[in-house]
Antibody, heavy 120, light 107 residues
Framework: QVHLVQSGAEVKKPGSLVRVSCTASGDTFNSYVISWVRQAPGQGLEWMGGIIPISGITKYAQRFQDRVTITADKSTRTAYMNLNSLTSEDTAVYYC?????????????WGQGTLVTVSS | DIQMTQSPSTLSASVGDRVRITCRASQSISRWLAWYQQKPGKAPRLLIYKASTLESGVPSRFSGSGSGTEFTLTISSLQPDDVATYYCQQYNSYPYTFGQGTKLEIK
């Protein structure tokens, strides 16, 4: 059974970059998809993009295309989400979640979430 | 992008009630729909996928139905532990999109 553990909370200045990590344990990592979903305070869920670690192939939501980079390190079973040019509107909890290898599937399981606060 | 619309936004029901939450897609998504439960301060939890397949470990009082553009999540007998916000999600096409959520409360 796979378990996803994310890095801790971050406080960032506007215009800066944040990096959030997601480490998998307990199951095959490389051939699945790891996606990132964010949730602004009191708001709903928004998919940002995903990666297939074994190939490095990525897919991004168009609205984040210019600002997000998702990478993966197979040796450490860790996926990373970089988001740059931060504004206050990027304040949110960021989740990683696994998807089955054929990509267009549901999200399960989810990491515990990482709160990113953007404030001057 | 496919827009997902849930109704109602808030639902208040009594313990033991049968509860239904509806999710509508802006275009046909066949049966490529999942339901999640999210409790305050926690990550979402998968309940149902392929519109009606119950995830392992999820109580049998939860069920899903529908296809095309209209879907329903039903809780057959509401329990206090079911207080949460529920989201639908389509995985028919990119970008994946979610409903805005339905907050379920106990009367």
């Amino acid at each position: 059974q796979v378990h996803l553990v994310q890095s801790g909370a971050e406080v960032k200045k506007p215009g800066s970059l944040v990096r959030v990590s997601c480490t998998a344990s307990g199951d095959t990592f490389n051939s699945y998809v790891i996606s990132w979903v964010r949730q602004a305070p009191g708001q709903g869920l928004e998919w940002m993009g995903g990666i297939i670690p074994i190939s490095g192939i990525t897919k991004y939501a168009q609205r984040f295309q210019d600002r997000v980079t998702i990478t993966a390190d197979k040796s450490t079973r860790t996926a990373y989400m970089n988001l740059n040019s931060l504004t206050s509107e990027d304040t949110a909890v960021y989740y990683c979640a696994r998807q089955l290898p054929n990509a267009l599937t549901w999200f399960d399981p989810w990491g515990q979430g990482t709160l990113v606060t953007v404030s001057s | 992008d496919i827009q997902m619309t849930q109704s109602p936004s808030t639902l208040s029901a009594s313990v033991g009630d049968r509860v239904r939450i509806t999710c509508r897609a802006s275009q046909s998504i066949s049966r490529w729909l999942a339901w999640y439960q999210q409790k305050p301060g926690k990550a979402p939890r998968l309940l149902i996928y392929k519109a009606s397949t119950l995830e392992s470990g999820v109580p049998s009082r939860f069920s899903g139905s529908g296809s095309g553009t209209e879907f329903t999540l039903t809780i057959s007998s509401l329990q206090p532990d079911d207080v949460a916000t529920y989201y639908c999600q389509q995985y028919n096409s990119y970008p994946y999109t979610f409903g805005q959520g339905t907050k379920l409360e106990i009367k």
